[in-house]
């Protein structure tokens, strides 16, 4: 039997795969930081009701998401969510459009490994029907996404920077949007 040997083009890519793939698993460990930090948490619920404070305990009120995100009809959002936040440090913080991600597609991540976060983020059911560029741009430019890094006093800051954030998004996406085993 005749030995055939792999060409060294094949051995490199492999090797480059592989370097890609880490490089994607790395990037994605900045996302989750972020995502699992009180910021993100507190709306990315599973069922309906908001977390809130750094310790992510239920919002007082009872206040539930509503159809579309923005509360019911008895009680929305924006009745306490003003356009900026309140300076009285654990006052009710604020953005224009206060709102948590609609019913239809609630981008719940709250107690997820990081496999199945991963899985979440990558599939437009479960992500606001988003593509993988759709994302970067989300977290680019939504105003309550960027409050995160702006929230009022007496509220902890992401991991990472904003700009750090985004830019681990993109190597991730780059990287062909690894999962964790």
Same mark, same amino acid.
């Given at each position: 039997?005749?030995?055939?040997? +792999?060409? =060294?083009?094949?051995?490199?890519c492999? +090797?480059? #795969?592989?370097?890609?793939?880490?490089?994607?698993?790395?990037?994605?460990?900045?996302?989750?930081?972020?995502?699992n930090?009180?910021?993100?948490?507190?709306?990315h619920? !599973?069922?309906?009701?908001?977390?809130?404070?750094?310790?992510?305990?239920?919002?007082?009120?009872k206040?539930?998401?509503?159809?579309?995100?923005?509360?019911?009809?008895?009680?929305?959002?924006?009745?306490?969510?003003q356009?900026?936040?309140v300076?009285? !440090?654990?006052?009710?913080? *604020?953005?224009?459009?206060?709102?948590?991600? *609609? #019913?239809?597609?609630?981008?719940?991540?709250? *107690?997820?490994?990081?496999?199945k976060?991963?899985?979440?983020?990558?599939?437009?059911?479960?992500?606001?029907?988003?593509? +993988?560029?759709? +994302? &970067?741009?989300? &977290?680019?430019?939504?105003? =309550?996404?960027?409050w995160?890094?702006a929230?009022? !006093?007496?509220?902890?800051?992401? !991991? =990472?920077?904003?700009?750090?954030?985004?830019?681990a &998004?993109?190597?991730? =996406?780059?990287?062909?949007?690894?999962?964790?085993?």
């Amino acid at each position: 039997m005749k030995r055939r040997f +792999l060409p =060294i083009a094949f051995c490199t890519c492999a +090797l480059f #795969a592989q370097e890609q793939r880490q490089a994607g698993l790395q990037a994605f460990r900045s996302v989750a930081s972020v995502l699992n930090s009180p910021r993100c948490l507190n709306c990315h619920v !599973p069922g309906d009701n908001p977390l809130q404070g750094d310790d992510n305990h239920t919002h007082s009120m009872k206040v539930a998401r509503g159809t579309d995100g923005k509360g019911t009809p008895a009680m929305q959002c924006v009745a306490c969510h003003q356009d900026s936040n309140v300076t009285t !440090p654990h006052a009710p913080p *604020g953005v224009s459009g206060w709102r948590m991600p *609609g #019913a239809e597609s609630p981008m719940a991540w709250v *107690g997820l490994p990081a496999s199945k976060l991963c899985r979440v983020l990558k599939d437009p059911a479960t992500n606001g029907n988003r593509s +993988l560029a759709d +994302l &970067v741009e989300h &977290v680019r430019t939504d105003k =309550i996404v960027n409050w995160a890094w702006a929230p009022g !006093p007496g509220r902890t800051l992401p !991991p =990472i920077s904003h700009t750090a954030f985004v830019d681990a &998004v993109k190597a991730w =996406i780059d990287a062909g949007a690894p999962c964790p085993e």
